[in-house]
C-alpha cells in the first residue's frame, strides 16, 4: 500500500454494503438515480458479496412469526400488525428502493417526526399491477425531487406524480419525464406538506398533465413516503 | 435450507415456491418461510443483537417477501440471496432507525466475521461463492477483517472505526483497498 497514493473510488461498493452516512450516503443515493451506470455498479456489488450470505450461522426462527404470517390477509397490501415494534421509517431500504432488483415496500412508520429534521424522504411506488415499482426520493433541504424511471404512460399521455396527505385531496407534484428517469423541484408549500406517511401517486393523464388539477385518469403506481 | 443435500435442487424449490408467493398463494410463502426463515433469522438476529427486535423484524421481512415476490426475476440473482439482502436491509434499518445497538452482540449470534466454516458450509457454497471467499482469503487481514465485519454486522464506516480503534480516514483507506483488490480478483478468476 502506498501512503500517499489516494484512496481508489469504491463509493458503489460502499453504499451496496452500508458503510455510508450522513451526507455520503444521501449523495450516493442521489447518484444511483442520476446515473444508471452507477446504479448497475452497486448492483454488481450487491451480487459479488452475496456469497457472504453463507456465512451467516442459522437459528431456527420462533413459532411465533409464523402464527403470525400465517394470519396473513390474502390482499397484497395486506398492512403491517400494529403491534409491530417499528420505530420511525430507517434508512437502509431507502438503498434498495434505489435498486430495480431490492425493491421493497417499507412499513409505516409509527412515528412521524418534522420533516426538516430528515435530509432524505423516499417511496417506493408500486405499480398497480405488481409488475415493478419506481423509487422516489426527495432531498428535503433543497426540495430536488427525483423519479426512477418507468415507462408508464402510452404514447400520446403523460405520467403526473401526486401526493395524497390526510385530507384525502391529490395535489399535484409534477409531469414525469417520457423516458428516463425525472428531476423536478418542488416549491416550499409542496414540501411543507410532504412527511412520512402520506400516498405518492402516479396516474396516467392527457399529455401535458391534468386539466382540472386532479386525477382523471387511472392509478398506475403508489407508495407511501417515509424518511430515508 | 437443512432439507436437502443438492444446493441446485434446494434452489430450484426455494425460486418455485417464490415465484408461486409472487402469484399470491399463501401456502407458498408458508413454503418460503419454512425453507429460509432459519437462515433470514440468523441475519436479523445478527444485526439487531436481541431476539425480540429480530422476530419483529423477521415478521416484517416476509410481510415484505410478500408485497414483493412479483418483482422477483428467477433470472437476475438467487433466491436465497434476493430473500437475504431484504432481511439484511430490514435489520439495519431497524438498527440505524434506532440510532444505537447492543454493546455487545448476544451470544446466540455468534461472531461469524471471525469464524471457521464447517465442511458442510464450505461443501454447500457455489462457485460464486467459493470464488469469493478465496478472494476474501487473499487480502491481508485487516481489510478482510473490515470487510467481513461491515457486512456481518451492517455497521457504517465510523462504527467499524470505532470499533477497530482505529482513525476514521485509515479506516476507509483499508477497506476501499480491500474492495478494490477484491473486485479484481473476484472478477478475473
Redesign the interface.
Known sequence: MTPDAPDPDMTAAELALGLLDGEERAAALRRVLADPAFAREVEEWRQRLAGLFDDYPEVAAPESVAARLAQLDARPAAPSRPGLRWPIAGVVTAIAAMLALFLVVRPIPQAVTPPAAHRMMAASLVMSDRSGAMPAIVDMTTGEMRVGEAAVAPAGKSAQLWMIGGDGVPKPMGVLASAGPSRMTLAAGQRAALKAGITLAVSIEPLGGSPTGLPTGPVVASGKLSIA | M?QTTDPAAARARLTEALVRT?A?D?AA??DV?RLT???????C??ICGER??A??V???V???I???A??Y?PG???P???L???A???A???????GARPAHPIE???M?AD?S?DQR?IA???E??????DCLDALDERSRDA??T???D?????E?AERKNMPLGTM??I???G??Q??GC??DA
Open positions: 437443512r409472487g399470491e399463501r410463502l408458508q418461510y426463515s432459519a437462515k433470514l433469522f440468523g441475519i438476529l445478527r425480540s427486535a422476530e419483529d423477521l415478521h416484517d416476509y410481510l415484505t410478500w408485497k414483493r412479483g418483482a426475476e437476475r440473482a438467487s436465497i440471496s434476493w437475504a439482502t431484504i439484511r436491509n430490514k439495519i434499518d431497524w438498527v440505524r432507525a434506532r446466540e449470534a455468534a461469524v469464524a466454516p458450509e454447500e457454497r457455489d460464486e461463492s467459493r470464488r469469493l471467499h470487510i467481513r461491515a457486512f456481518f451492517g455497521v457504517t464506516y465510523a467499524l476507509k483507506s477497506v476501499r483497498r474492495l478494490l477484491l473486485k473476484v472478477d
